[in-house]
């Protein structure tokens, strides 16, 4: 025998969005800590990571951080340009103030 599948009706939709936690390895903690003070260029990142010359790993961590909207560019129309440095957005400072980073 057959049976009919059971089709409830939904009753109440989600209400808010859940967040899925972002693991953050050290290269991108050592980038994004020091950004909620001011502004830096890469080569004072670089020399934060303990690098003189740019690697894959700040290449990396720098595309993530700008992915997920923690970190913008100063120049955005010009992401190689020699004067570029990167600064902390309102989502970053508000990552870093949920982890007990920064303060208010």
Same mark, same amino acid.
């Given at each position: ?13 989600? +209400? ?36 003189? $010359?740019? #690697?894959? #790993? ?13 970190? +913008? ?7 190689? #340009?020699?004067? $570029?440095?990167?600064?902390?957005? $309102?989502?970053? #400072? +508000? ?8 303060? +208010?």
């Amino acid at each position: 025998p057959v049976e009919a599948p059971v089709e409830a009706p939904v009753e109440a939709p989600v +209400e808010a969005p859940v967040e899925a936690p972002v693991a953050l390895f050290a290269s991108e903690r050592t980038i994004l800590a020091p950004l909620a003070a001011r502004e830096l260029g890469r080569a004072e990142l670089l020399a934060r990571l303990g690098h003189t $010359q740019r #690697s894959g #790993s700040f290449r990396k961590a720098i595309d993530k951080l700008l992915r997920l909207a923690w970190v +913008e560019r100063t120049i955005p129309d010009k992401p190689n #340009s020699r004067l $570029q440095m990167y600064r902390l957005t $309102q989502a970053g #400072s +508000e990552f870093l103030r949920k982890r007990g980073e920064v303060d +208010e």
